[in-house]
């Protein structure tokens, strides 16, 4: 392309009409090699892409079929309540309703509660439990989705987990025995895996997202994961590794304008190219690593331990059996 920039990312030659077109084509490029882990493949399709057949062996390896969301009762009548959920107002049948119990306003509730029994008056107002299906299968592009059966996580900051697996018949398997280990540990969490054929090997195909009060399950995690023998060994080198194939970062804390909502791997992708693309640029001083790390100092980022935020605490992990 006559006058067009350039950038590489080892082999893969990189062009755009501008800076800022340069700039996102090598955060993509960046994202799938050096996150990811993803190899040169030709028509993969988009991240989108769905697949009902490995999303079956996904709802059958799920080792439970509902989650609980509190909100609060809107209106009751003819058996059903009316909750709000995500912001919008829905009528649901009273059954998948649990009144949380009164004076606490902090209090949760027992994990062997069944919905249905609203243990107070119904009144509304009340906060309320509502059971929901676990599995989400579209809301994450190219990942089938699940939130534990006692709940999303709510607190922050959110730890991640990534999980390496280098082929679609390994996870079933793993799914399994990660879910199973959390629901054991009864904890609220969010995970979701990679959902086509074509979006693996990944070194981010299995997700787990832990509250701080669940951040102790990642050794839950971990014995799981290793204990299946079917992860791949590497991790991405923007996590911290605490085993072949299983590495921790932390949830990006930027609000700068067109920052927010970045995946993790979005983040420190974006950033590094921002730092590449920039010192590259006329005028520019310093060395490469000065500017790659000088970006990701911006972006709120250690640039020594990139799987921390500025701001984020320091991980320390237990031993589990």
Known sequence: MPGALEARVGDLRIEGSSVDEVRHRLATALYERIHA???????????SLRDTATE????????????????RRLASED???VVELDGVRVRVPEGQVVDVPVPRADATYPADARAGDTGGDGAVG??????????????????????GSLGRPTGRPLLRVYLHIAAVDHAPAVWRAVLTRLEAAEVPYRAKISSSPLLFPRRDALVVYLPPDSWHAVDEVIAAGTGT????????PFTHELAPGIGVAWEPEDDRPGRRGMSFGEH???AVATGLVGHALPGASGSREEAVAAALTEAGVDP?????????PEFHRR???
């Open 304 to 312: 020594l331990r990139p799987g921390r935020g500025l701001r984020s």
């Open 319 to 321: 031993e589990v059996a």
């Open 56 to 71: 079956a062996l996904l709802a059958g390896a799920t080792p439970h079929a509902t989650t609980r969301v509190r909100s």
């Open 37 to 47: 882990g993803r190899p040169d493949q030709e028509g993969t399709g988009p991240r």
């Open 229 to 236: 023998g079917l992860l791949g060994a590497e991790t991405s």
């Open 79 to 81: 058996g059903t309540a």
């Open 126 to 147: 009340r906060e309320v439990l509502v059971e929901l299906a676990s599995v989400r299968a579209a809301l994450s592009p190219g990942f089938f989705l699940v939130d």
């Open 268 to 270: 420190r992708t974006m």
